[in-house]
């Protein structure tokens, strides 16, 4: 059972860049026909899609967050890393990654579940 875990800062500042690593077990991240994502829970809202790279590499990502945001991997250390630039505090949330498999990433870019999550990391915003 392939086990994802976030990591990162709880608190950033304003105006920085968040940057959180997931750390896969049991699992390769190059493992064909999976996608690997990064998800999003503000406060009292439902959860948003944030990007995705690929088995190959390949990524895409939310065209509401595109700008500031980039995915990238680690084939060594079997980890995929989510940088998020110029965080404003409506940027607070829990943020999850997961293994979506092909068939299940429609669902998870309209804001649901599909695959395996970690259990979610809090990251605030705030001077």
């Known amino acids: 059972q392939v086990q994802l875990q976030e990591s990162g800062p709880g608190l950033v500042e304003p105006s920085q860049t968040l940057s959180l690593t997931c750390t896969v077990s049991?699992?390769?991240?190059?493992?064909?026909?999976?996608?690997w994502g990064w998800i999003r829970q503000p406060p009292g809202k439902g959860l948003e899609w944030i990007g995705f790279?690929?088995?190959?590499?390949?990524?895409s990502y939310s065209p509401s967050l595109e700008s500031r945001t980039s995915i990238s991997r680690d084939t060594f250390k079997n980890q995929f890393i989510l940088q998020l630039s110029s965080v404003t505090p409506e940027d607070t949330a829990v943020y999850y990654c997961?293994?979506?498999?092909?068939?299940?990433?429609?669902?998870?870019?309209?804001?649901?579940?599909?695959?395996?999550w970690g259990q979610g990391t809090q990251v605030t915003v705030s001077s």
């Open positions: 997961a293994r979506v498999p092909t068939g299940g990433l429609s669902a998870v870019i309209r804001g649901g579940r599909s695959g395996s």
């Open positions: 049991d699992g390769s991240i190059t493992t064909k026909n999976y996608f």
């Open positions: 790279i690929s088995y190959s590499g390949t990524t």
